[in-house]
């Protein structure tokens, strides 16, 4: 092996961190290895964080020495060092007895000798048929690939013996003796046939490895083509820039000389008019002048000299003032010349297109039902492939919801020019569906969209009606919590029931009284986002707050004042606030989470304020006003909005209003004193209604209580005829 190539070979047995030759090698988690000692320098708090890829491998124990040992880099050490020492790059000794000149070396043993070893080994009758090699002849042959260091088997420090077993079970090498003590019933056996097993174990799992290493390099190729065309595009649009803008200074160039030539003639005009005007002023005065310059010298004349031109001198003055008196004494001309350069209007002569990305794009707000008849509305946003938003429009975006049955329903997309789309449609269809949205032809993130379509021109009969054994009372407010969670007030017997998503009931707060987790005639409950109980306690004019099983606090207490409540009904939490029904006072009383009091509103706008709900469509308290028979909406800081429905006992009115619920696609259901159950869109449309007076299933005597789950089911109170009521199927 020449020099060269033994520096070359030694490059890549070189530890990155000292650049020497490694000396016991160590594995990292990262399978990089490095020096057993720089590793030990390179621990902190017992990790180490690998030089090349940054990857944190934690120590053993026993610290860096546990590591795995990289017994191949060692022997291609021991190989260079071999190679090196035949190369006469290092000194050589002989290795049986330290002397030299080294005239041979046995390839068996791995060995220089001297003279003296070298007669000694061939002697010898075990050593008899190595082939020893003069040294001289092995420096004179230029090919060393067959010199290579004879593989050393590790040594069991315990026993002294080489380890020529494995076990899988402890994954460890161990030698004859440790096999029937402490590794005796697990699973060994020779590192050959362990290696071997092994081998073809990584070869299996390694052949698809060639596939995906050029599935990356065309990653890569795709990839790196991709940026040298970004690159050439940026090159040419740079180069439209250029030509765009210097076209533009142009003329804008041309304009400033007009405009210039402008400010020349107006400037000429108004001088030439303003010296005509000095010259008439400065002629009438000179004149004026010399009146005045001979009268005074014919004052001092004698009377014939006076006679002889004072007629005409009076004529001359009388004429001068006339001139005089016509004479315009003001400037004729102003300087009232401004340019107005109008920055702040100056047009975008040009922008940078960013093109939405598909997989960056998203829809807003898709909802998880929707009626069938009915045109429902959801918004495109488009984003460029670094997931920012896209400020203008332009693209070419196609809305479809395809039924189970594979009819396709193409929805109309509204470009907003603003990188938002709004696209609506309407279908007829029931059941599941699927909401496909691309584009530019490609799929977005998300897409396709599931939701079901629901006929509410069906009849509705509930999946399910519930009493829990008989056991309840007259339930009132019902609310839902997390992960399915919802609870019942029943006012007669005094109690709150919690049941899960099965609808099982699991807990059970309260008895009558006035002590803490005692309640007189409940009426409305409501989760917070914490899962946090809240309870309407109606007739002790009080809410009290829950964490499901413990009592936490109460506020409220009886009376007309801030902070105070008259027969409390409805109530609903939302961020870090709830709002109360305050029925007595006919208001909105507001309160912290923590039971500090806000403020209240609807005072002179509010009848009967009988329960609560915020509208996650557009944001407004809706208000079941009993007593003016509609449903009052308010902005969340008490600004009156407006209100819908009105009083009656056809479809689409209300007649005393008990209870009303919203989810996040604006759906309002509404209970009342018609014993059925009315749905608004989130702007107060009437959508349909169900159930009357009775007690069958589907009716109700006096639906006091309703809430939405999240997928959209209906529970309902059904007051006088104990029971709940629960419709999938609206």
Not at 132 to 145: A, G, H, I, M, Q
Not at 365 to 386: C, L, R, W
Not at 481 to 502: E, I, L, M, R, T
Not at 715 to 720: E, G, K, M, N
């Amino acid at each position: 092996m020449s020099v060269l190539e033994v520096k070359e070979v030694q490059k890549n047995l070189t530890c990155p961190i000292c650049y020497q030759l490694f000396k016991n090698p160590k594995y990292l988690s990262c399978y990089h290895s490095y020096c057993e000692e720089c590793l030990e320098k390179m621990l902190v708090q017992s990790k180490i964080i690998c030089p090349e890829c940054r990857k944190e491998t934690n120590v053993p124990d026993g610290g860096v020495k546990e590591f795995a040992t990289n017994f191949f880099i060692n022997r291609l050490v021991d190989d260079l060092i071999l190679k090196k020492k035949v190369a006469g790059e290092k000194e050589v000794k002989c290795d049986d007895c330290d002397a030299d000149p080294v005239v041979s070396f046995c390839p068996e043993c791995n060995i220089f000798l001297c003279n003296a070893c070298h007669d000694h080994h061939k002697r010898k009758k075990k050593y008899g048929d190595h082939g020893v090699v003069p040294l001289t002849e092995l420096r004179s042959n230029k090919d060393t690939s067959a010199i290579q260091t004879k593989v050393k088997i590790p040594m069991c420090k315990p026993h002294d013996e080489q380890l020529k077993f494995y076990c899988e079970t402890c994954d460890k090498l161990v030698c004859m003796y440790c096999t029937t003590t402490e590794h005796n019933g697990h699973n060994h056996d020779t590192t050959k046939h362990i290696a071997s097993k092994y081998r073809t174990q990584l070869q299996n799992i390694i052949t698809p490895v060639e596939g995906m290493i050029q599935d990356l390099s065309n990653a890569h190729e795709n990839i790196d083509n991709m940026m040298k065309e970004i690159r050439k595009q940026g090159d040419e649009v740079y180069k439209r820039v250029d030509e765009h803008y210097n076209e533009l200074v142009e003329k804008l160039m041309k304009q400033k000389d007009q405009v210039r030539q402008q400010v020349h003639d107006t400037v000429s005009r108004k001088e030439k008019a303003l010296t005509a005007q000095l010259n008439e002023v400065d002629s009438t005065k000179d004149e004026l002048v010399n009146m005045k310059e001979l009268n005074d010298a014919l004052e001092k004349s004698s009377d014939h000299e006076a006679l002889s031109g004072t007629k005409q001198v009076i004529n001359h003055v009388q004429q001068i003032t006339k001139q005089y008196e016509k004479l315009t004494k003001l400037p004729v001309q102003l300087a009232t010349m401004e340019f107005l350069p109008r920055k702040e209007s100056l047009p975008q002569f040009g922008h940078l297109v960013a093109i939405a990305n598909p997989r960056t794009s998203e829809v807003s707000n898709f909802p998880a039902y929707i009626f069938a008849g009915q045109k429902v509305e959801v918004t495109i946003i488009t984003k460029d492939s670094n997931g920012d938003l896209c400020s203008i429009g332009g693209e070419q975006v196609h809305v479809e919801l395809k039924s189970f049955t594979g009819i396709v329903t193409v929805g109309k997309v509204r470009d907003n020019n603003n990188g938002t789309y709004t696209a609506s449609l309407t279908t007829e269809l029931v059941g599941e569906a699927w909401l496909f949205v691309s584009i530019n032809s490609q799929q977005i993130k998300g897409s396709p969209y599931s939701t079901v379509v629901r006929n509410y021109k069906a009849l509705c009969l509930p999946d399910k009606m519930m009493n829990n054994n008989g056991k309840i009372g007259q339930p009132w407010g019902i609310a839902f919590g997390k992960n399915g969670v919802w609870a019942v007030a029943d006012c007669s017997n005094h109690c709150v029931y919690v049941f899960d998503a099965q609808d099982h009931l699991f807990k059970k707060l309260g008895s009558r009284g006035t002590k803490n987790t005692q309640f007189k005639n409940p009426c409305g409950v409501t989760f917070d986002n914490d899962n946090h109980l809240y309870v309407a306690d109606r007739d002790n004019h009080r809410v009290q707050k829950f964490d499901v099983d413990n009592y936490m606090l109460q506020f409220g207490g009886g009376g007309s004042g801030d902070s105070q409540l008259q027969y409390p009904h409805g109530i609903t939490a939302r961020e870090g606030r709830v709002y109360i029904a305050d029925k007595g006072n006919r208001r909105i009383s507001v309160f912290q989470s923590d039971g500090q009091f806000c403020v209240s509103f609807g005072s002179g706008q509010l009848g009967g304020p009988y329960d609560v709900a915020v509208n996650g469509k557009n944001q407004l308290l809706l208000v079941a006003d009993n007593s003016h028979h509609c449903i009052a909406t308010f902005t969340l800081d008490g600004r009156y909005v407006s209100k819908f429905a009105t009083y009656g006992t056809s479809e689409g009115y209300l007649y005393y209003p008990y209870s009303l619920a919203s989810d996040l696609n604006g759906y309002i259901v509404v209970s009342d004193g018609n014993h059925r159950v009315s749905v608004f869109d989130y702007a107060g449309k009437f959508i349909h209604c169900f159930g009357s007076r009775g007690t069958a299933s589907g009716q109700f005597n006096a639906p006091v209580g309703i809430a939405l789950s999240p997928n959209g089911t209906i529970y309902v109170s059904d007051h006088s005829n104990r029971r709940i009521h629960i419709y999938s199927n609206f």
